[in-house]
């Protein structure tokens, strides 16, 4: 049974930083994008960032110099790094997995991933 489990959210003070990570088990997804969304209070769901197999990166235009994603193929894992953060930054957090094998820039789509975590808290107060 394929499983996301993300963890690192928590509460943070504006201009402070938190690392997410994700972590797959189930099978192997050294081969596929992974990525991240995030869903505020009374907003759909949105995309943050994702990072294909070969490392190529997507980024919101929002958190673009602020997040960064990158991934650890041996451990399964996928990170976000978040600098800067802002009171606008306060979701659920959730990574998710792409099976359509591309090697180039990774898709922003919700639709287009497959697997999905529960989701893990940022909260940043200002």
């Known amino acids: 049974q394929v499983q996301l489990v993300e963890s690192g959210g928590g509460l943070v003070q504006a201009g402070g930083s938190l690392r997410l990570s994700c972590t797959a088990s189930g099978r192997t997804f050294s081969s596929f994008a992974m990525g991240w969304f995030r869903e505020a209070p009374g907003k759909e769901r949105e995309f943050v960032a994702a990072?294909?197999?070969?490392?190529?990166?997507s980024y919101a235009s929002s958190m673009k110099g602020r997040f960064t994603i990158s991934r650890d193929n041996a451990k399964n894992t996928v990170y976000l790094q978040m600098n800067s953060l802002k009171a606008e930054d306060t979701a659920v957090y959730y990574c998710?997995?792409?099976?359509?094998?591309?090697?180039?820039?990774?898709?922003?789509?919700?639709?287009?991933?497959?697997?999905w975590g529960q989701g893990t808290q940022v909260t940043v107060s200002s």
């Open positions: 998710a997995v792409d099976l359509v094998v591309i090697g180039g820039t990774p898709r922003k789509v919700e639709s287009e991933y497959d697997y």
């Open positions: 990072i294909s197999w070969t490392g190529y990166t």
